[in-house]
């Protein structure tokens, strides 16, 4: 089976606090997972579960304390930078569209500075065109954007425009961060079935990164969930989220599907108090939400376990 990106037992410890008083925090924990061609794969969960911190070291903004990142076959750890990383054919669509571009600037500014920095374009002429044929695959023309300010846009549009410039280097993955958490609703499916029409035109292997289940079920194939830089669960979409092992995604599942755009998880979810201390937890890290906690839970992390084809870090189905 062809691999386009594997992460192998990724590792990432920040130290937090003053020289006397050191913290030492694990955001991911031997975090593993693979990508195929053409895949869209999501890694999905609550904010401060280590998504984002994954996504940034596969990104090169972070670098890794231990593990691997394989991408086409060659180890992140033997390229030179970041840009060189990128050159390799890894791009990235991110949260905000009105953070992604200078209020001050034309936005066609970056796309030409994009093909002038990756060689890719002789003349204006041929510029344009590679433009607009990037602007075509995500419902705009250039037209319809030159000479334009940020601010003349809609989110969605501008999260088109960041979805094309991204594309505009011919990346063979795109890792996308909560994409859709900032466009209204009613422009939500627009985005998901756009990555769905990459996906199926050019081949192209998408990072799914969100807290949206609904989307992520609705967008993707595998799925992984993670809580407290562990991935708890992970499979087929279908069997995670609609029939889910683990107590902490059959919790998640109960938030969908969620009636205001605005509202993130239930109360029962949102407990950033608790967030260091289930950071800092021995052994699972879920025990103290769990409602299926025993003893042994509390004091050791359990074991992935492939049940049905669905990976489960979870103790009750151990042996």
Known sequence: M??????KTLTKVFTM????SRVRLTATDNVSFFIKPGEIFTLAGESGCGKTTTAKIILGFEEPTSGAII???KDRAETKGKKVWQEEGIQAIFQDPFGTFNPLRVVDRYFFETLQNFKMAKTKREAID???ETLQLVGLTYDEFAGKYPSEFSGGQLQRISIARALLTKPNLLIADEPVSMVDASLRMSIVNLFKRLKEETDLG???ITHD???AYYVSERIAIMFRGNIVEMGSVEQVLMSPRHPYTQLLRESIPE???????SSAITLSELEHEEY?????KFAGRCPHVMEKCKLEMPADVLVDNTLVKCHLYKG
């Open 130 to 132: 590679l433009i607009d």
């Open 259 to 265: 009636a205001d755009p605005k509202k993130r998880w």
């Open 71 to 73: 991408h086409n076959g």
């Open 206 to 208: 998408l990072l799914y």
């Open 17 to 20: 606090g003053s020289i006397l």
């Open 213 to 215: 289940l609904a989307t």
């Open 280 to 284: 800092m937890r021995t052994g699972c």
């Open 2 to 7: 062809e691999k386009l990106l594997e992460v």
